[in-house]
């Protein structure tokens, strides 16, 4: 696909089919994503792929956190909220939890700015391959009690959780953007 029309036809798809996606074409989407432009060379990314049985796991402690924070909110809600945390990787077959490992080379907006590189990078790459994915945060990926099950440092930040799949149907989202003229000032 040619450049310009794989930008714009990228789209965040939720639906996504159950079928595995294979190791090698998971390894092969990090390897391309990681060709990413990076201050003083410091690749501050790291990445955790969570599949099968992992993904209940993640889950089970996404809604341990979740419980721990559900306090003041009624059963009722609590409930809710602890299930939706559990549920909630099982919604992609693979999951790529994306972290910014600052290095303290360089102010951390680069490093971040440099992890959104890659992350473009894996979507449009994945995206050329006829994969799906979104791009999920929620609280969840915040919460610093994530980062020690994910193997992650304190001083590392989720920058955000990639769920890849197939697209389960065929889709067709339309979305707009503001044309960048609206936000651009031209110093002549
Ligand atoms: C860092 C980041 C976090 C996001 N978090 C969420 C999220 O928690 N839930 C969600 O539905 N979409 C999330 N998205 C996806 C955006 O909603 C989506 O990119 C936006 O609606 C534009 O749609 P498009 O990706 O199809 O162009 C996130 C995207 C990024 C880059």
Known sequence: MELVELIKS??????????????EVVKELLDIA?????????????????????RVKLGEEMARITKEKSTGLSEEEAKQKIEKAAKGPLRAPVIIALAVSPSGKVPEIEEIAACGCVLQNFL????????ATIVRTGDIAHEP?????????ENDKIIGLIYLGYP???????AVRTPAEEKTIWFD
């Open 34 to 54: 990681v060709w990413a432009p990076n201050h003083k060379k410091t690749e501050p990314w790291k990445f955790r792929v969570i599949k099968g049985e992992g």
């Open 10 to 23: 990228r789209r965040s798809i939720g639906a996504l089919d159950e079928k595995d996606v294979p190791d």
């Open 145 to 153: 009690e994530l980062r020690p099950y994910l193997k992650l440092e």
């Open 168 to 174: 389960k149907k065929d889709f067709e989202i339309k």
């Open 124 to 131: 449009l790459a994945a995206t050329e391959k006829g994969l």
